[in-house]
């Protein structure tokens, strides 16, 4: 009698504990993994690449841009193609074997306008010196501080010689009646050379004994 009942009190107490391990082995439903949670995130940075499914993107405070995809024909797609590289972007992403685009908002545009090339400025200026050579239609003039004289001659007008055309004749008149060594003071621009626009004569040489 009593060896029955001391079997029955092991195999209740065994019992328990066999229930009691498969209940710590229950997994809590109510926690989720945290590889099952959709990663996603919003970064801001500047364009570093961009192709028909990609965009690269180089967030504030990274070293190196990082790749962005899409579906070529997705809506996103369109805001990419119009998106300048180097431009500043503000983008929304989720990670889904790899990162995804979800939104692409452009914060400044790259300004596409180029810088007016010097060689299509109009280059002109003043100077003033000593009148150094002169000829039927050209004049030489050694500005103050320069080393040597600079020719100008009068700008064309009445087109081809055939037509008429030669030198300005007011001008060629001006620099005839010019004096050698004088000093003045020359407006010119550059047309193919220097071109004389304006002579004005500040002091005529002096004359020699």
């Known amino acids: 009698m009593f060896a029955r009942c001391t079997f029955g009190v092991l195999f209740g107490v065994c019992t328990l504990a066999l229930v009691a391990s498969a209940e710590d082995k229950k997994p809590d439903e109510k926690k989720v993994e945290k590889k099952d949670e959709p990663r996603k995130g919003t970064v801001t940075g500047v364009v570093a690449a961009k192709g028909d499914n990609f965009i690269e993107v180089k967030a504030d405070g990274e070293e190196k841009a990082r790749k ?39 914060l400044n ?38 080393e040597k004289g600079r020719r100008y001659v009068p700008h064309w007008k009445g087109g081809a010689p055939a037509a008429g055309g030669g030198p300005d004749k007011d001008m060629l008149a001006k620099i005839k009646e010019t004096p050698l060594n004088a000093r003045v003071k020359l407006d010119w621009e550059f047309e193919e050379r220097a ?15």
Request: charged fraction near 45%; charge should be positive.
């Open 109 to 146: 545009k790259k300004d596409n306008k180029k810088p007016a090339d010097k060689k299509d400025e109009p280059r002109k200026g003043t100077v003033t010196g000593v009148v150094t050579a002169k000829g039927e239609n050209f004049i030489d003039v050694k500005a103050d501080g320069e």
């Open 195 to 209: 071109r004389v626009v304006k002579i004005e004569v500040l002091k005529k040489p002096e004359e020699k004994k």
């Open 68 to 106: 962005y995809f899409f579906p070529p024909k997705d809506a996103v797609a369109n805001a990419v193609k119009e998106t300048d590289l180097s431009a500043r972007v503000k983008l929304d992403w989720v990670f889904g074997e790899r990162f995804r685009l979800v939104k692409l908002e452009v």
